[in-house]
Structure formats: structure tokens, C-alpha cells
């Protein structure tokens, strides 16, 4: 037998797909297997701060019998991705005691384990975390929910910008998001078939892209170039902190100016596009397994851990380490760097 338990859940940081899926099942298996009270912080510690909480139960959101969280986006608990949040920390603190909980599951990316876990040091909360993140840059976790499906939205969209592309004679200049980390850039540059990925974590020339633009015509016959830059990558960017336009346009705009030959050079910004959709098996797998973990170490008396998928097993790590190791970089000698190299993708250096 268990103690009965007043559980908080919240959502913190950029939405992403599968963080619904993450909701249910952390509802269902608390609910059903340990009989707790589960209670929705809206948007994150916005909601600890004004008392807010919403009532979850396993059939709190049927539709007709149907429920809707395994594949929708979003969140259903809102979320906020900005803020001072320590700077009001006795506040939420005082909220946190005033909801009375027992104990708080938080899905968040780094930035929000970060401030949680020293709002949690301060006011003693028993808090598990569940990692979520479409940058892929939460450390000592080898999933995080939204990623997957993130690289699948920018893999189709890379397949749908080849064609019109490749009609055009064009240089399709794509720009994705992932903060200094350059994961989704690379995963999905590899998966949709891209001819340059420009990363943060590996120095590159617009001369490199050029040279790498002309040889696919010269040598290979190839009118048309997919250039993939991860929002991050600004090695080339000194002046840029002066311009209003995004890493895209920018590369878009040297790759212009440093062009012996007329090309045509489009860029476009994917943007929260990204963040969106119904989520992957894969990412509605890792929500369940992560919740099942997260329920099951708060019943066993756990605090200050993350879940973490490591070697195909979900473990727990301390949340203290994964702050003190994220964000996590790509490797700039790693098995998809060197994969992107053998297939002749321009990756810089
Ligand atoms: O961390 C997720 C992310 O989508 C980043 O890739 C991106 O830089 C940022 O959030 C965008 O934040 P906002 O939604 O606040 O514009």
C-alpha cells in the first residue's frame, strides 16, 4: 500500500507533440495503479505562483469515450517558455504550499528543470522530472518527447522544398530550429536529403557551401541545392547582431554575395511549424514509458531525479547533473557527423 498523495503536474518551456500523451498517462497510471489525487498546474510556475490548479481524472477528458491527449499536440496545462521566474520565487513557493501538493512531475527542457530544481531545493518539494525538448539538447537523456516528431515535420518538409527546388534550378536555404544545439538540423538534414547542414557546433564557410553548391553542378549535374542551417549556426554571422533577418536569410544572403555564377537562392524559416502536429509512435512511446518511471520513482519515495532513456532502458539520473551538463552539444565527431560526411554533405570545417 501506498500513502495517498496530492500530485501536481505541469508543463513548462516550448510546447512540443507527445507532452498530452505525457499528461494522460502520468494521470492514468497515478490514478489507477496508485489511487493519487492528480491536479494540472496551468501554465507552469505561473500557475504555482496565482493557485491555479485543474482536476485531472482518467476520464476527466473523454470525448464520447475517445481520449483525445495520445495524439494531439500542445499541451492541454498551457505553458510559459520566458521569464524571470526566480525573481518571483518566494511567491510561487508560498504558492506551492497554499495547493498543499505532496509532490510535483514536471515536463520541461533544461532550461525549466533548471529553475524548478532550485525552486525545489528552496522550498523542499519532492520533485520527479520528464524530459522534453524538439532541440534534443537536455543532457544524460538519449530521448526527450517532441524530438522525433520534430525531425519528421522537417524531414517532410525538406522533401516537399527538393521539388520545388529542383523545378526552379534553385538553392533552397532552410532554417530550423534547436537553440545553440544543432541535433534536429542534422537529424533531419541526413533524413530529408539535405546537401549542407550547418550546425553551431562545427565552424563553416560560406566559401565551403559555395564550392560545395558548384561541384554538385559541375561534377554531378545538380541545378538545385538543399542547404539546411540550424537557427544556432552563426559562425559566419559576425554583423548579423545589427541585422533584423534570421540565420536562414543571412546565409542565404552571403551565399548570394559570394556567388561567381547568377544563382537563385530562396530562404525559408520552418518556425513553429516545428513544434507542432500529432506526435510519433515513437514520441507517444517515450511520453508513456517516461510517465510510467516518473509515477513509479514518487511512489518510491524518490526526489531530484529525470527520467532518462539510456542504452533502450529508462533509468533516473539527478536532475542537478543533467543541469550541470546541458545544453548537450552535438559531437562534432559523432557517427551522424561522420555519416553526413561519408554522404558527401557539406558539414563544414
Ligand atoms: O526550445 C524550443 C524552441 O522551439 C527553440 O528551438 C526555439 O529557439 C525556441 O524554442 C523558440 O521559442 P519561442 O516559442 O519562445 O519563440
Known amino acids: 500500500m501506498t500513502n495517498p ?3 501536481g503536474i505541469l508543463t513548462s518551456g516550448g510546447d512540443c507533440p507527445g507532452l498530452n500523451a505525457a499528461i494522460r498517462a502520468v494521470v492514468n497510471h497515478a490514478t489507477l495503479t496508485y489511487g493519487w489525487e492528480l491536479l494540472g498546474i496551468p501554465y507552469a510556475t505561473r500557475g504555482l505562483l496565482e493557485c491555479k490548479t485543474i482536476p485531472l481524472g482518467v476520464h476527466s477528458l473523454d470525448l464520447r469515450g475517445i481520449d483525445p491527449l ?12 520566458h521569464g524571470n521566474t526566480l525573481a518571483r520565487a518566494d511567491e510561487i513557493l508560498d504558492g506551492y504550499r497554499a495547493i498543499a501538493l505532496d509532490a510535483l512531475i514536471a515536463i520541461g527542457g533544461d532550461g525549466s528543470l533548471a529553475i524548478l530544481h532550485e525552486l525545489a531545493k528552496r522550498g523542499n518539494w519532492q520533485l520527479v522530472a520528464i524530459p522534453k525538448t524538439i532541440d534534443n539538447d537536455v543532457a544524460l537523456t538519449e530521448r526527450a518527447i517532441g524530438f522525433d516528431t520534430a525531425i519528421n515535420t522537417v524531414t517532410d518538409a525538406l522533401n516537399r522544398l527538393t521539388f520545388t527546388a529542383a523545378s ?10 534547436g537553440r545553440k544545439a544543432g541535433h534536429l538540423a542534422l537529424h533531419s538534414g541526413i533524413a530529408g536529403g539535405a546537401d549542407v547542414i550547418l550546425i553551431p557546433e562545427i565552424p563553416y564557410s560560406i566559401q565551403g557551401v559555395r564550392q560545395h553548391i ?4 559541375d ?9 539546411v ?7 559566419a554571422r559576425e554583423s548579423l547582431q545589427s541585422s533584423a533577418c534570421g540565420m536562414g536569410q543571412y546565409v542565404a544572403d552571403l551565399i548570394a554575395e559570394c556567388s561567381p555564377v547568377d544563382l537563385e537562392i530562396r530562404a525559408s524559416v520552418l518556425g513553429h511549424i516545428q513544434r507542432g502536429g500529432i506526435p510519433s509512435a515513437i514520441d507517444r512511446l517515450t511520453a508513456a514509458a517516461f510517465a510510467k518511471a516518473a509515477v513509479d520513482l514518487l511512489a518510491q519515495g524518490e526526489s531530484g ?4 532513456w539510456r542504452s533502450g532502458r529508462v533509468e533516473a539520473v539527478r536532475i542537478r547533473d543533467v543541469v550541470e551538463c546541458s545544453p548537450l552539444s552535438v559531437d562534432p565527431n559523432g557517427t551522424l557527423v561522420q555519416t553526413a560526411r561519408a554522404l558527401a554533405i557539406y558539414v563544414g570545417d
Open 305 to 308: 531525479k529525470m527520467v532518462a
Open 214 to 217: 558548384a561541384e554538385l553542378r
Open 70 to 81: 495520445l495524439n494531439m499536440g500542445g499541451t492541454i496545462l498551457g505553458t510559459i517558455n
Open 5 to 7: 498523495k496530492r500530485v
Open 229 to 235: 542551417v540550424a537557427e544556432g549556426a552563426n559562425h
Open 168 to 177: 526552379h534550378d534553385r538553392v533552397m536555404v532552410v532554417e530550423v530550429m
Open 219 to 227: 561534377r554531378w549535374g545538380r541545378k538545385f541545392a538543399i542547404v
